[in-house]
């Protein structure tokens, strides 16, 4: 490889990274340590092209209307069964969380038989 190469490679690197939100950076400073100075490019300009498909946090899920699903049960019956018992401590995060996910329209509340 040409030093002029090299100079061209550490550039693209550079520019990539530099342009990357900090989570995206810390994924790629995690991974190019295990990666040869090409591959770390080859990373680099990835997470930089597709930037806008990693989720950055908990609150910034994706969703998609593109494709849905159905569960096929056949002819089988219900499967009736009382909640989980949980203690009190337990049963306060689950709360928090499911209202959070409610909120955030990751979820939808149901009337299930």
Not at 24 to 50: I, N, P
Request: proline content about 4%.
């Amino acid at each position: 490889m040409s030093l002029q190469s090299i100079n061209s490679s550490q550039q693209v690197e550079e520019n990539c990274v530099d342009n990357l939100s900090e989570p995206l950076k810390g994924l790629w400073e995690r991974s190019a340590e295990q990666l040869t100075e090409d591959e770390g490019v080859a990373v680099a300009d990835l997470l930089y092209r597709y930037k806008d498909v990693f989720s950055l946090s908990e609150q910034d899920l994706g969703r998609t209307n593109l494709i849905g699903h159905q569960i096929d049960t056949g002819d089988a019956r219900l499967i009736k069964q009382k909640p989980r018992c949980t203690s009190p401590s337990k049963h306060a995060e689950i709360e928090r969380q499911v209202k959070d996910l409610l909120q955030r329209g990751v979820v939808k509340k149901s009337n299930s038989p």
